[in-house]
């Protein structure tokens, strides 16, 4: 049956694995904002940063965004 407890269990351990590709990708997104690029690197920089961010956020629910 459903285990509450394990369910929990398990979207922590996810959370703490993805800890540090969330803080990168944080990080990644301050800078893109607060940084002077401009044109295609902004773009690139940004689509980079969006990138990261997905990925991180899909490790820490397991599931794809």
């Known amino acids: 049956g ?4 394990f369910a929990e269990a398990v ?7 993805a800890a540090p590709e ?3 990708a944080l990080i990644g997104l301050l800078e ?3 940084g002077d690029l401009i ?6 920089a940004i689509n980079k940063a969006k990138r990261n961010s997905r990925a ?3 490790k820490a629910t397991g599931v794809q965004s």
């Open 2 to 5: 459903d285990n509450p407890k």
């Open 11 to 17: 979207a922590n351990a996810r959370l703490i694995a």
């Open 22 to 24: 969330l803080l990168e």
């Open 32 to 34: 893109v904002e607060e």
């Open 39 to 44: 044109g295609a690197d902004f773009r690139h």
């Open 56 to 58: 991180a956020i899909t």
